[in-house]
């Protein structure tokens, strides 16, 4: 029986496993995509607001010439990390049950059946888009992840969000030659946007680079044109594609399966803020997971102390 099974193979689940590692705890870390699978799917031209020192693990040097790391630095330094640490993975392998037991915890997967006296989750967010919920939102030219701009060259592109996700993809496109169109539900550019991008998207609306529909939201999609509800009524434009970059949720179905209470209203899962421990005595939380629909307080720099509180209390449990 294994001491932990760690699930997600993240920046947090990785640092997870260094952390079980060092107080010599057997372990093993089920991820159901690839490595650290959610930065292999954001944007190719991704660059991090924080800095390569914050995105350390395990007191492992992240070194880069930047001042802030980009995407394919980030996954370099993070499957470096896995390698030379010798960390036991199974990629591509997705859990599908976990029951409890006296002696801990059965966890059940697509290729096997293992036995664990404590589960760690660290699932992150960035597998579940939130929907619009609109007419037409099914349609092939809907899009809720976005990895490179070419693809969207002189077409006519609608992107809906306001933060650093639809920001990013507006400005970028914009740069390849996308005709494009910012439908924000506020009435600005989101606090949150990245402090070194904020004034260049600002500056594009300003001079009409990019339209910008501000307190309005998309009300329907077809195939070559959408609906904007707009404070003067509704729009009608062209368009090729839409770009829903309205955030991403955990799967709080998944959660509730396992028996962890979720608040009512934003779905913030019950947990020890000591020691990360769920009200399921064993299963521990750590990452973003843990914000219910508040993915925008978690990142890997404040979160990857999360590691070390869950095998402190692990170990300290282990003295009793």
Not at 198 to 226: H, M, Q, T, W
Not at 298 to 305: D, G, H, V, Y
Request: net charge neutral; hydrophobic share 40%.
């Amino acid at each position: 029986m294994l001491d932990i099974l760690i699930i997600g193979g993240g920046p947090i689940g990785l640092a997870c496993g260094l952390a079980a590692q060092r107080a010599g705890l057997s372990f093993l870390i089920v991820e159901k995509g690839c490595l650290v699978n959610s930065l292999y799917n954001y944007p190719s031209t991704m660059t991090f607001f924080s800095t390569s020192e914050k995105l350390e693990i395990g007191g492992i040097p992240f070194v880069t010439i930047n001042n802030k790391p980009v995407r394919a630095e980030a996954l370099e330094y993070y499957r470096r990390v896995a390698v030379s640490r010798h960390l036991p993975i199974n990629l591509f392998e997705e859990v599908t049950s976990i029951t409890k037991d006296d002696n801990g915890y059965t966890i059940t997967s697509a290729k096997g059946v293992y036995q664990a006296k404590n589960v760690i989750l660290s699932t992150g967010f960035y597998d579940i888009s939130v929907n619009l919920d609109i007419p037409g939102e099914h349609l092939p030219k809907v899009k809720h992840y976005y990895l490179d701009p070419h693809y969207y060259a002189m077409q006519k592109v609608v992107v809906v969000g306001s933060s650093n996700s639809a920001i990013d993809v507006a400005l970028e496109t914009y740069r390849k030659g996308a005709d494009v169109t910012l439908v924000v539900r506020g009435d600005e550019i989101s606090s949150r946007v990245k402090y070194w991008v904020r004034p260049d998207i600002i500056n594009r609306i300003k001079e009409g680079s990019i339209k910008a529909y501000f307190n309005s939201n998309l009300k329907a999609i077809r195939e070559y044109e959408v609906d904007i509800d707009t404070p003067e009524g509704t729009v009608t434009i062209a368009n090729d594609f839409v770009m829903a970059m309205t955030g991403y949720k955990p799967n709080f179905n998944f959660l509730k399966k396992l028996g962890i209470n979720l608040s009512e209203d934003k779905y913030i899962p019950q947990y020890n803020h000591d020691t990360m421990e769920t009200n399921m005595p064993g299963m521990y939380l750590a990452g973003v997971v843990v914000g219910g629909l508040d993915t925008h307080l978690w990142f890997i720099e404040n979160s990857r102390i999360h590691a070390d509180m869950i095998i402190d209390d692990i170990v300290r449990k282990r003295l009793i």
